[in-house]
């Protein structure tokens, strides 16, 4: 059974450039999260869908972030224009629903010079 | 917004030995998850505890849940190597909190 899959897993890009995570969550997963992870700030939650319909954007930083889930089976999560601050590993997670326990992709790892 | 922290944040401990980690969390939930991370890696769920007075087992790992104290520990038992790693609680609120992670480190 396939896990989380996201890519790329590894972005290097110059700062101002748009970035574009992708997700493609667990078969049969009606809940997609993404998270953010740095050193200073720990683990956050920036966005969860449910049934690809957006729940809770409040841990979105800023309008440069924007993400969509335009079937059950893709999430991008996009970062324009990107800025060295938003340098961070991104997690996407799905679960069957929002309570169970959530199946973490390998991550990103951008980094914005 | 509700609020999750752990301690400690950094453990290290002997192999052979029990600990207890602790996860506190500010506002009402019913719902509380453990996970592991190993350095450079994802997430990976531990256990899920769903009322007060649950308890998980997996091996050397054993999770508890106390809904009136709101508190959460994750016991140790007999600890090797294998289990360095970072633990994190989260809580389920109107969304999921991570707390800070607790760095565990087992030394030989």
């Known amino acids: 059974d396939a896990g989380v899959i996201q890519s790329p897993r590894h972005e290097v890009t110059e700062m101002g450039q748009e970035v574009t995570l992708r997700c493609k969550p667990i078969s049969g997963h009606n809940s997609l999260f993404w998270y953010r992870q740095t050193m200073m700030r720990g683990l956050e939650l920036l966005i969860y869908?449910?049934?690809?319909?957006?729940?809770?954007d409040s841990g979105m930083p800023e309008d440069r972030f924007s993400a969509k889930m335009p079937n059950a089976s893709f999430s991008t999560l996009k970062i324009q224009p990107s800025e060295p601050r938003d340098s961070a590993v991104y997690f996407c997670?799905?679960?069957?629903?929002?309570?169970?326990?959530?199946?973490f992709g390998d991550g990103t790892r951008l980094s914005i010079l | 917004e509700l609020k999750v922290e752990q301690n400690p944040l950094f453990l290290s401990m002997q192999e052979g030995k029990n600990y207890t980690i602790y996860c506190n969390y500010s506002t009402t939930s019913d719902r509380l998850y453990w996970y592991r991370q190993d350095p450079g890696k994802s997430l990976e769920s531990l256990f899920v505890?769903?009322?007060?007075?649950a308890v998980k087992q997996e091996g050397r790992l054993m999770a508890s849940l106390d809904t009136k104290a709101r508190l959460s520990t994750l016991h140790i038992t007999a600890a090797v190597h294998d289990l360095s790693a970072t633990y994190f609680c989260?809580?389920?609120?109107?969304?999921?909190?991570f707390g800070t992670g607790t760095s565990l480190t087992v030394i030989p």
């Open positions: 997670a799905s679960s069957l629903d929002r309570y169970r326990p959530q199946h």
């Open positions: 505890l769903l009322s007060n007075g």
């Open positions: 869908f449910n049934n690809n319909v957006p729940i809770d």
């Open positions: 989260a809580v389920a609120g109107n969304q999921f909190y």
